[in-house]
């Protein structure tokens, strides 16, 4: 049985909650100072506070009330003790800047006003000590949750500006691969045509004329050779794509669209379904397929993460990897709002040019979707069995 292990803040969030919980040693210091009988009361309402502190990274459906709780907490600490209390006001900074604008601009105010109600029976007889000793709280609850909202937005929008360069990236590759594969088309079809064309004329004259036959023969074998260079040319142009790296690109662009995708993961030798999310992870995984088979595997799933994002209106995105013993599996599945079964099987959201690409290593593609239910797309590519962790035949 799977032991869960207690822990005051999410493993996630680092080491910030802990280092925000020091704002506590000047209140808790004061406290210390104040009359015994006053003290029970402090210390609970410290203790309360640091309770919805905790809380704060565990209910997100209670957040608001408890930002407005941990508001009304300082405030009083700052009336029955010392303005000075109000130091506790930092923590509510990082909290405060995740709500709504109108909502950091009214909490703001109002703890502005309730810090200026406070400090009334202090004017005339307080020092500077005082009022320079109130700009820190003030700071921390009406500009500090700025700060950090701007910064956020401009964390996200450099992630955004990032994956908007990748994928402008991914379809330059993706121009220069069908510019490759026009020439291919154009030129060497050309060519072999004209091969098929000088056989026929060989095996007409081998008989009746062997020596223009033989001519024939030396220009076949020239061409040959000719479109032989200039595919081997047009090959080395092309870069294999890996799986392995549309997968990071996939998170990456997902989680700069606010999509989470869960990544699953699943082999003929571990039948046991396992959800990864760290890169390192998925960077360890190999596929037993052979260069031509994993760029198009590569292809096809960027294409299907791309509708996803662009298409589906999804709040979250799953894509399973099952390598099996005739084949590797890719599905994508989204809670967007899915197609028509008419849309799937037309050309909309390119759904032809990825049959397109999977006949050339005889995959396929299978799809599942209604509108409003999301829609979930497998890409199935035959496997030659292989010893699946070096991928050697």
Request: glycine share 6%.
């Amino acid at each position: 049985m799977n032991r869960v292990t207690w822990r005051l803040f999410p493993e996630s969030e680092g080491v910030a909650p802990y280092i925000l919980l020091t704002n506590l040693c000047i209140p808790i210091y004061f406290l210390l100072r104040e009359p015994s009988s006053m003290q029970w009361l402090g210390f609970v309402l410290l203790g309360l506070f640091v309770i919805l502190f905790r809380q704060f990274y565990y209910t997100s459906k209670w957040a608001l009330h408890i930002i407005v709780a941990q508001v009304a907490i300082t405030l009083i600490l700052g009336a029955i003790f010392h303005p000075m209390y109000t130091f506790v006001g930092f923590l509510i900074a990082n909290s405060l800047s995740k709500q709504k604008l109108p909502i950091m601009i009214s909490i703001s105010i109002l703890f502005a006003i309730g810090m200026g109600a406070i400090v009334v029976p202090y004017v005339g007889h307080a020092g500077p000590e005082l009022w320079i000793g109130l700009l820190p709280p003030l700071f921390g609850v009406s500009v500090m949750p700025f700060i950090i909202r701007a910064s956020m937005q401009y964390k996200q929008m450099a992630e955004r500006l990032e994956a908007a360069a990748v994928q402008v990236e991914r379809m330059a590759q993706q121009e220069e691969r069908q510019r490759i594969a026009r020439e291919l088309h154009d030129t060497l079809g050309h060519t072999l045509s004209l091969i098929a064309l000088k056989g026929e004329v060989v095996e007409k004259l081998v008989k009746r004329q062997p020596e223009k036959a033989a001519r024939e023969a030396s220009e076949i074998r020239e061409t040959a050779r000719a479109a032989l260079k200039q595919m081997r040319e047009l090959v080395t142009e092309m870069k294999v794509a890996y799986f392995v790296d549309e997968s990071h690109h996939a998170i990456s662009l997902c989680s700069a669209a606010g999509i989470p995708m869960e990544f699953n993961y699943r082999s003929v030798s571990d039948p046991s379904p396992t959800a990864y999310v760290e890169r390192d992870v998925i960077a360890n995984i190999s596929l037993p397929l052979t260069p031509l088979q994993e760029t198009i595997l590569a292809m096809c799933f960027r294409e299907l993460i791309t509708n996803v994002v662009r298409h589906s209106q999804a709040a979250s995105c799953k894509v399973h990897l099952d390598i099996q013993e005739g084949e590797v599996r890719v599905s994508v599945s989204d809670d967007g709002i899915g197609m028509d079964p008419e849309q799937v099987s037309t050309s909309s959201n390119g759904m032809a040019g990825l049959r397109q690409r999977l006949v050339l290593v005889d995959g396929r593609i299978s799809v599942s979707s209604s509108s409003g239910k999301g829609t979930e797309i497998t890409i199935h590519i035959p496997r030659t069995i292989r010893d699946e962790r070096v991928g050697t035949i």
